[in-house]
């Protein structure tokens, strides 16, 4: 993608056949040393989710034991452009270690950038890259790179293949030469064919263009798309993946039987929002069938209702998994961005499956965040009337992980549901917080001050729907910043819980000007960058609080201070 795309990584198993390589020149004229960033002068700078030290970010594979995140960055600037293959490594997906840049512009497929793309792990366990470059005449094309040292853990030195381009758009093929990006993780069909799919569009048609080839490197388009819809323009950083219909555990993405359903993601660049349905996969025909009643536009599910983009997975072989990462850009203005020095922040990586209805996919940070856990309070269970408005304190609640659960003793005062309120995000914007309400608004507010003029408020509220009670999760930014320059859009998720059968949790993990929310244990997720001007570092508190006439119980409230973490 021009801007984002995640860089993935996972396990196949296939022969790359013996082809030449290019060896990747210095690229000292491009790179600058990273220098540290004092965090005393950057309130917003986050403590344990990944980022460079400077300028303008934008991928994870395992390799001997080691986690690779491969981004796009701009060494030169807080802003788009210039944009290089950064390269960190972890042993645990939290502490990262800076390399070299990996890729960056050194042939004519890639001379005006390398954008993003997705590994491949081949037979012998080499690892191979395919990204997507912009050629002399601006046009997207695929590209091969590889390891030079496969006995390097680290993979310091990547080299590219003579042959690139590898795929591009022609005058037989018809693809548009603008709208041709982010390769996928490829996979295997039972042909012993690898498969990749390549964003693209026509007209407004969004579509998957699937490529074939027999060495991974001689690629021919399929006759028809994986997947295609009408109306949703471009789709950016495609992923296809299978995830089990039992248990946790993670699917290799070659795989394909009964016992997997599959899930294709986009990135809408119309939107910015990540969209995801759940379906199966025709391996005969090469196709791609969302289940009946999926919604394939921007009411549809996402990964996060929040500001969350360009996401990629990987299957962790190291823990036998499938692992979420995603970027979040700024909210702040591009003069604001430019002053601070540096802009994006990726998300904690979340571990993902499916639900028990096989209707939705479920995320949750991965364990090893956990090991940052310090100083943990907890809250014995009451009764939160309303209007109450209770501290949390002994934690830092600026850098912190708080983890609640409510439990609706009453629904007499639940508001009725109006059968135009279809819009969550809406309904949220216009039933804020500050707003009181029968059953909520009831939750957490974070990185508040102590007079409450600044906070961002995560909570629920409860509707009576025709058959059921409707939840409504919410994330309120509207009161995040005394700062008028700042996007403080309201985020909102209707969430699948049964509120006379089961307790409402709501996690969240707040890092100076991120908060990553969780409801219904990862049923809905809502991420936000915020920057407050009063309520930062040791000034900002942490509160319950509830908004409506009727009283919710407090369950369980546990909340700890996060050490922060080594990146970089």
């Known amino acids: 993608m021009a801007k984002s795309c995640i860089v993935g990584l996972f396990l196949f198993f296939v022969l790359l056949a013996s082809h030449g390589i290019v060896e990747l020149e210095a690229s000292h004229h491009v790179y600058r040393k990273l220098q540290t960033v004092q965090s005393a002068n950057q309130p917003y700078r986050t403590s344990y989710h990944f980022q460079p030290p400077r300028n303008w970010i934008n991928g994870v594979m395992v390799y001997k034991g080691l986690y690779h995140l491969f981004y796009q960055y701009n060494p030169k600037g807080a802003m788009w452009g210039n944009i290089v293959w950064a390269h960190s490594t972890s042993k645990d997906l939290v502490n990262w270690t800076p390399h070299e840049p990996a890729i960056f512009p050194s042939q004519p497929g890639d001379i005006n950038g390398c954008w993003s793309g997705s590994a491949t792990i081949l037979p012998g366990g080499k690892p191979a890259m395919l990204y997507t470059g912009i050629d002399p005449k601006n046009n997207q094309v695929q590209n091969l790179a590889v390891p030079k040292n496969l006995s390097d853990p680290f993979l310091r030195e990547w080299v590219k293949s003579p042959k690139n381009p590898l795929m591009q758009p022609t005058a037989q093929n018809q693809i548009n030469a603008s709208s041709f990006r982010d390769p996928t993780t490829a996979w295997l069909g039972p042909d012993k064919k690898w498969r990749v799919i390549i964003g693209s569009k026509v007209h407004r048609q969004g579509m998957a263009i699937l490529f074939k080839s027999k060495d991974f490197v001689n690629w021919v388009q399929a006759p028809n798309p994986l997947h295609s819809a009408d109306g949703t323009g471009m789709w950016e950083c495609p992923d296809f993946y299978p995830v089990s219909l039992r248990g946790r555990n993670g699917v290799d993405t070659s795989v394909n039987v009964p016992s997997v359903k599959h899930v294709l993601k986009v990135s809408l660049d119309d939107t910015k929002h990540d969209l995801y349905t759940i379906g199966s996969f025709d391996s005969s025909r090469d196709v791609y069938i969302p289940d009946k009643g999926s919604v394939e536009n921007d009411s549809g599910l996402r990964y996060d209702y929040g500001k969350y983009y360009a996401s990629k997975t990987f299957l962790d072989s190291i823990k036998d998994r499938r692992i979420l990462c995603g970027w979040l850009n700024e909210s702040s203005s591009v003069a604001d961005d430019i002053k601070k020095g540096w802009a994006g922040v990726h998300a904690i990586p979340r571990q993902i499956w499916l639900d028990k209805t096989g209707k939705q996919l479920i995320q949750w940070p991965v364990v090893e965040i956990e090991k940052l856990r310090a100083n943990h309070v907890s809250l014995p269970t009451k009764l939160l009337k309303g209007g109450s408005v209770v501290e949390v304190s002994g934690v830092t609640a600026s850098q912190a992980d708080v983890d609640v659960s409510f439990q609706i003793t009453s629904f007499d005062n639940a508001e009725v549901l109006k059968p135009s309120w279809t819009n969550p995000q809406l309904l949220c914007s216009q039933q804020g917080a500050s707003v009181k309400g029968g059953l909520g608004p009831f939750g957490l507010l974070v990185l508040a001050s102590r007079g409450l003029s600044e906070n961002t408020a995560v909570f629920f509220r409860i509707f009576k729907g025709q058959n059921k009670y409707m939840v409504l999760m919410c994330s309120d ?40 929310s969780f409801g219904g244990g990862g049923k809905a997720c809502m991420s936000a960058r915020v920057y407050p001007t009063l309520a930062i570092n040791d000034a900002a508190h942490l509160y319950v609080f509830n908004n409506g006439s009727e009283a919710v119980k407090i369950e369980k409230l546990n909340a700890w201070s996060m050490k922060k973490a080594k990146i970089n």
């Open 477 to 516: 930014q509207s009161r995040s910043s005394l700062n008028q320059n700042n996007d403080k859009t309201t985020y909102g998720a209707f969430l699948d819980v049964d509120p006379l059968h089961q307790s409402l949790s709501l996690r969240s993990l707040i890092d100076h000007s991120m908060v990553e």
